[in-house]
């Protein structure tokens, strides 16, 4: 039975539960169990704290997990990025009072707070830069304020906690994190075959829709290059003679303008509709 570990709380919780159940697996009904066995799909799911994820998966006590790739690398563990999963997106940025730096260099003999200073360290380090970095949990906005530290590296979304404390961000980005699936060093690879077809599909059917055209005949080439699907679009003859029924998976995102481009070459009775699984 695969042992695979899911954040219990939080943001990365939520999403990370939401991808399984669409998978196909059973999750927890209630936030206080700390374990879930699926005997059909012969996987026992264990809901640990999203930091801890990335030891227990490293240490091999877990066979794979989903994380953060910030709290992964912030956990010196062994396990690997195996899968992005699109969700829980975020940019971790470096902030300060406007005027205590511009660029990354500026930080040399600062002190730097941040929830992650694994995360920082690493990248102090691979650019040569000596400060000293300072662990906090939780919060670290208020740590200059309070004498703590001369800027903080911290996970940035709209900016707005930042700027509410007279801060400002500076510099490239740190690091560009998404929920991720991480495997340990020696994972069966085909143990976790499966369970990783089913994330992936997961994924397709989220990014792509199915869509159903008719179109003459004439033009179908026109359109195919408008809809060339994953591998290959199916295209049917219709009773109606000179026309075809074509259907092709399309990115969701572009679907609509390619449905007014479709409709602009004389195609008609189009429609999209979900995917709600897929293997490829």
């Given amino acids: 039975m695969l042992k695979i570990a899911v954040p219990n709380k939080g943001a990365l919780s939520e999403a990370a539960s939401g991808m399984l159940r669409e998978a196909g697996y059973a999750q927890r009904s209630d936030s206080k169990q700390l374990t879930k066995i699926d005997p059909d799909n012969e996987v026992e799911f264990f809901y640990l704290r999203p930091r801890d994820i990335a030891l227990y998966v490293g240490e091999g006590t877990l066979d794979a997990g989903i994380t953060g790739r910030d709290l992964l690398l912030d956990s010196h563990s062994t396990a690997a990025e195996s899968l992005q999963l699109g969700f829980g997106r975020s940019k971790f940025r470096f902030a300060a009072r406007p005027g205590t730096a511009e660029k990354v260099e500026d930080l040399a003999g600062m002190r730097i707070a941040t929830s992650y200073d694994g995360v920082v360290k ?14 906090l949990d ?11 530290a001369d800027v903080i590296a911290d996970v940035v979304e709209t900016g707005s906690t930042l700027r509410a404390a007279g801060l400002e961000v500076f510099g490239e980005v740190i690091l560009e994190s998404e929920g991720v699936m991480i495997t340990r060093e020696d994972a069966d690879e085909r143990a976790l075959e499966v369970f990783t077809r089913r994330l992936q599909g997961v994924l397709v059917a989220r990014a792509y829709v199915m869509m159903d055209y008719d179109i003459r005949a004439e033009k179908v080439e026109q359109a195919i290059a408008l809809t060339p699907g994953i591998e290959s679009p199916t295209v049917s003859p219709l009773h109606r003679e000179g026309w075809v029924a074509v259907r092709s998976m399309v990115q969701r995102a572009s679907a609509q ?3 007014d481009e479709l409709f602009a070459l004389g195609a008609r009775a189009i429609l999209t509709t979900d995917i709600h699984a897929c293997r490829l």
Avoid: D, H, N, P
């Avoid at 690493?122 to 662990?135: F, H, K, N, S």
């Avoid at 939780?138 to 304020?145: D, L």
């Fill in 122 to 135: 690493r990248y102090l380090a691979e650019r040569g830069i000596e400060a000293t970095v300072v662990r």
């Fill in 257 to 259: 303008r390619v449905m």
């Fill in 138 to 148: 939780g919060a670290v906005e208020t740590s200059i304020q309070l004498g703590v």
